[in-house]
């Protein structure tokens, strides 16, 4: 509409000197195998034209034609972020093409699904690309670590993360995503015009603001997937555990009847089972609550610990008949804990020991009282640890190497020893390894949990 209206207020020499005009910005830029916009830039370039001289000029005395200046290469002056913004169809239409190669998750997926937020975050990135920056900005974005405004809506990058991860897409695929759009913007660019030297701060600066959605990207990534993951794990622990009430109640029924010794070998070996399996389930279940920031719950009462203390060792002694488990207890072992989570944190203690420990030889446990807080100490004989890897046995999903006895290291999740840490810190104690030809894991509490002190 705008050259139709403009060349009717022309004259008919005007309209043929913008012919001739605009065909040689044509020709020139087809030879140099460029693409050039055939709109002048504003529409007072027609009545330029108009005013100006009709009729060919002597190419020697460098004169130019007619409307000379009003024509322009498409890219060929244009900075990053108007090159961005005016060539956005092109740049989404070569990262819908490369979203429909990750597959499976792109399998299905409709264009305007493939391309989601692209067009926000190519907006964002032009936007970030024209406003100032200072030095220091500058390399803090280019290390993800942009200011962060609180109570900000999610910016494109993070909510294309989330629907990535909804949609089945892994943080490889994501992470493709923003090196083929970089390289799809840098190859575009330079196709439209010859890159010059102060056309290297906006490179620099794109590949910043590539790297800081990156950042986004992956942050919210993880941490929908790792939400989404712990709130399986916590249904399946909550739904585990009442199958599992009824088949071990149904093992104790059974090893009442007296039907017989193979019943009751059956009956014992359910309910040992199960026992371990609520064990694991409880672990479970923790290490979600942890995960989600709800933390452990502790319940803590005036307790003396060395009875607490002695009736879990007799229930693991009874759960290990053939493993030797001494318990020495001395000084006063009163105070005010969660005797329940002490006892899940001693069983997890010994059920180490025995796992990783040198088959047929006892593990000690010892209890010491002292003036402001209670030692518990677990040991027992083995290969050494190395010294790298103490600090980090207390990690979740670790798992030591342990002997090559099938039966031990089959069963667990790698969470025992995080659950004896968590529950150390919720009663305001610590727990620390050793290992010099014996393995001792030793917690300090407090006498008054964290939560109770006066």
């Not at 600066?205 to 997937?225: C, K, L, P, T, Y």
């Not at 005797?339 to 088959?359: D, E, M, W």
């Not at 190497?401 to 610590?430: M, N, W």
């Amino acid at each position: 509409m705008v050259l139709r209206d403009s060349l009717g207020k022309l004259s008919p020499q005007a309209n043929s000197a913008f012919v001739v005009a605009s065909t040689e910005a044509l020709v020139a830029a087809a030879h140099k195998g460029r693409p050039v916009s055939l709109l002048p830039r504003q529409p007072s370039c027609y009545f330029a034209i108009a005013r100006r001289q009709f009729g060919r000029n002597d190419r020697r005395s460098g004169a130019k034609r007619p409307g000379a200046g009003c024509f322009r290469l498409k890219g060929g002056n244009m900075r990053l972020a108007e090159f961005i913004l005016n060539r956005m169809e092109s740049i989404l239409v070569e990262w819908e093409a490369f979203a429909g190669t990750l597959l499976p998750a792109a399998g299905g997926m409709t264009p305007l699904a493939l391309r989601d937020h692209a067009h926000s975050i190519l907006e964002a990135v032009a936007k970030d690309l024209s406003a100032p920056q200072t030095r220091e900005a500058q390399s803090q974005k280019s290390k993800g670590r942009a200011p962060i405004v609180q109570g900000a809506p999610d910016t494109a990058a993070q909510t294309h993360a989330v629907l990535r991860a909804a949609s089945g897409f892994d943080i490889n695929q994501l992470v493709a995503e923003y090196r083929a759009l970089r390289a799809s913007v840098l190859r575009l660019w330079s196709d439209a015009r010859p890159l010059e030297a102060t056309d290297m701060e906006d490179v620099i600066r794109f590949n910043e603001a590539i790297d800081q959605a990156v950042a986004e990207s992956v942050g919210h990534f993880h941490a929908h997937v790792e939400r989404g993951r712990n709130l399986l794990l916590g249904m399946l622990g909550h739904d585990m555990r009442s199958p599992l009430n009824t088949i071990v109640m149904t093992a104790a029924s059974l090893a009442t009847l007296n039907a017989g010794e193979q019943v009751s070998l059956a009956a014992a070996r359910l309910i040992r089972s199960g026992t371990s399996m609520r064990a694991l389930l409880d672990d479970l279940v923790d290490f979600n609550r942890t995960n989600l920031g709800l933390g452990l719950r502790v319940a803590a009462s005036d307790i003396d610990l060395a009875s607490v203390v002695a009736d879990e060792v007799e229930q693991l002694r009874g759960a290990h008949p053939s493993q030797q488990i001494e318990l020495v207890a001395t000084g006063d072992t009163r105070g005010r804990w969660d005797g329940s989570r002490l006892q899940q944190l001693l069983r997890n203690l010994v059920s180490n020991a025995i796992k990783y420990g040198t088959p047929n030889t006892p593990v000690r446990v010892a209890l010491r009282g002292e003036e402001a807080d209670v030692r518990l100490e677990v040991t027992n004989s083995g290969p050494p640890i190395d010294p790298s890897a103490l600090n980090g046995i207390f990690d979740p999903l670790t798992r030591g190497s342990g002997p090559t006895d099938s039966h031990y290291g089959r069963d667990g999740l790698g969470l025992g020893l995080f659950i004896v840490r968590e529950i150390a810190k919720a009663h305001g104690g610590a727990v620390e390894a050793r290992s010099d030809g014996e393995t001792t894991l030793a917690l300090r509490l407090p006498r008054h949990s964290r939560t109770e002190a006066p």
